[in-house]
C-alpha cells in the first residue's frame, strides 16, 4: 500500500468510541517498511474509530529509520518518534511508555504481523483487567524461522 502523508492531522475530528491509547512500536532497521505501516496502522485505527497516538522508537537502527522516524513524528500529529543508540526492544518499550499520553498502551511489532484486530480487543479487556498478553505461539507465524525462536 502506497501512500502519501496526509497535509492534515489524520484523525483531528474523528469522533471515536473508546477511550485513546499509545501504540508502542519498537523498530530496528525498519527503513523498507516503518513509513507505509505507521500509515496502514493509522488507517486501521481510524476505521476502527479508536484515537490513538503511535510511538516509534528506534532501538540501535543503523539504517535510515531514525530520520524517517523523525519525520513521520513531524508530519503527522498523532506520531512521536525517538531514537536509542543502543539495540534492544525492551529499552524503546519502557522509553516509549515514558513517552506515552494515554493509560492505555499497546505494543506491536513494525511488520504488522500480528491481527491488528487484537488492538481493539485488548482496548475493551483493559476495561475490566490491569494487563493484556497477547502470544504468537497460539496462532500460525509467517515469519523467518530465526525470528519464532526468538
Not at 80 to 94: M, Q, V
Not at 133 to 148: D, N, V
Request: hydrophobic residues 45%; proline residues 5%; charged residues 25%.
Amino acid at each position: 500500500m502506497s501512500r502519501e502523508l496526509a497535509s492534515e492531522p489524520v484523525y483531528d475530528a474523528w469522533e471515536m468510541d473508546t477511550v485513546p491509547c499509545t501504540i508502542i512500536i519498537p523498530v530496528y532497521n525498519e527503513e523498507k517498511i516503518v513509513r507505509q505501516n505507521t500509515l496502514a496502522l493509522l488507517e486501521f485505527m481510524r476505521d476502527k474509530r479508536i484515537a490513538c497516538e503511535i510511538i516509534l522508537g528506534s532501538n540501535g537502527s543503523t539504517d535510515a529509520t531514525p530520520a524517517l522516524i523523525e519525520r513521520l513524528a513531524a508530519d503527522l500529529p498523532n506520531v512521536k518518534s525517538f531514537h536509542l543508540d543502543r539495540r534492544g526492544a525492551g529499552l524503546a518499550f519502557i522509553r516509549g511508555v515514558e513517552m506515552a499520553s494515554h493509560e492505555f498502551i499497546v505494543s506491536v511489532d513494525m511488520d504488522l504481523a500480528d491481527d491488528l484486530e487484537f488492538i481493539p480487543l485488548a482496548l475493551r479487556l483493559l476495561q475490566d483487567f490491569e494487563m493484556v498478553i497477547g502470544c504468537k505461539h497460539l496462532r500460525s507465524q509467517h515469519r523467518p524461522f530465526m525470528r519464532q525462536l526468538g
